[in-house]
């Protein structure tokens, strides 16, 4: 399809309109004003070029206070001007979610689960499509875990796949079941894993990814409020899974794999896990221990960043 540009006029409208198709709405083109509500911007109350149209990265995770430090961390590395503390949250006059903009990297977050990073994805896509953005890198940072690995492994996704192990994503669109492709980018993924070899300390691999409907009964744990099924079905379960590639488990790989393909972005998944659930199900590992696994992902994304920014020394 043809992709909608609000907001545009000219010669600057037909060579946009060229080379960016993050969109597939067509009903876009008939709306006056597009409100992103989740975030508290929109076409006609914010110049979002000017606010977003540098953009290259956009990094997303669940905690917004995860993602404030990566903006902070990023702020360093890229050696921007000004305080860390200073970094503002775009969104805070929202309580959905946040976002901090350092430079060409933008750091939103999501929530937890398919619905809610669905939601914020939709806007993000529409306000890179909005500001005029071009050839953006998405990547979704976070926690996950272990399938068969040791705690603090990061797992780069490379199959984003539901929980009878098909790379697929399910939305239901009135009344009918959409089946959607999670394949994500493969030179991206391995491009990520060399800089894993540049970096200390940042055990990676490539593999399979689970996505679930929720923390407890569908990650097979035993320990959430209900329960119907015995350790031994547990395990067999976790089996089935590392047999078919599977080496962690998370709950929004697929919707943000399925979303991206559609609509032309590459993207990546980087989850470091905190424990192999062939071990457990509770989270026993010290808390500074945690802290220093969280930043794995974040650490591995900056150095890539660097890298494409050609800012290694």
């Known amino acids: 399809m043809t992709p909608i540009l609000l907001n545009c006029r000219g010669a600057e409208c037909s060579e946009y309109?060229?080379?960016?198709?993050?969109?597939?709405?067509?009903?876009?083109?008939s709306m006056e004003e597009d409100i992103l509500y989740h975030f508290n911007l929109g076409t006609k109350t914010h110049n979002l070029p000017a606010m977003f149209g540098d953009i290259k990265f956009v990094c997303v995770g669940g905690s917004a206070n995860r993602m404030r430090a990566f903006a902070q961390f990023m702020h360093q590395e890229l050696g921007q001007p000004g305080h860390v503390d200073d970094i503002r949250d775009i969104c805070?006059?929202?309580d959905r979610y946040s976002m901090f903009k350092v430079g060409p990297v933008l750091s939103v977050s999501h929530g937890m689960g398919a619905p809610s990073i669905s939601i914020m994805l939709h806007e993000l896509i529409k306000l890179l499509y909005h500001s005029r953005c071009r050839d953006v890198i998405l990547f979704r940072i976070g926690t996950s875990g272990g399938i068969g690995l040791a705690p603090g492994t990061v797992v780069i996704t490379d199959k984003a796949v539901d929980s009878f192990f098909r790379p697929q994503f399910e939305q239901v669109v009135l009344g009918k079941v959409i089946v959607r492709s999670t394949e994500l980018d493969e030179g991206l993924s391995k491009e990520l894993l060399q800089c894993?070899?540049?970096?200390?300390d940042i055990p990676t691999v490539i593999a399979n990814t689970m996505c679930t409907h929720d923390f407890y009964e569908?990650?097979?744990?035993?320990?959430?409020?209900?329960?119907s099924f015995s350790t031994e079905e547990?395990?067999?379960?976790?089996?089935?899974?590392?047999?078919?590639?599977?080496?962690?488990?998370?709950?929004?790989?697929?919707?943000?794999?399925?979303m991206c393909r559609m609509c032309n972005?590459?993207?990546?998944?980087?989850c470091v896990t905190l424990l192999?659930?062939?071990?457990?199900?509770?989270i026993s590992t010290h808390h500074d221990v945690l802290v220093e696994y969280q930043q794995r992902p974040q650490g591995l994304v900056a150095h890539f960043i660097k890298k494409r920014l050609g800012l290694m020394a």
């Open 234 to 258: 547990k395990l067999e379960y976790l089996r089935k899974a590392h047999e078919a590639g599977v080496r962690n488990i998370e709950m929004e790989s697929t919707v943000f794999a399925a």
């Open 265 to 270: 972005l590459k993207a990546a998944v980087i």
């Open 17 to 29: 309109t060229e080379q960016v198709q993050y969109v597939k709405n067509p009903h876009l083109e």
């Open 196 to 200: 894993s070899t540049e970096l200390p």
């Open 276 to 282: 192999n659930r062939f071990e457990g199900d509770q």
């Open 92 to 94: 805070e006059e929202t």
């Open 218 to 227: 569908g990650q097979g744990r035993l320990d959430g409020a209900l329960c």
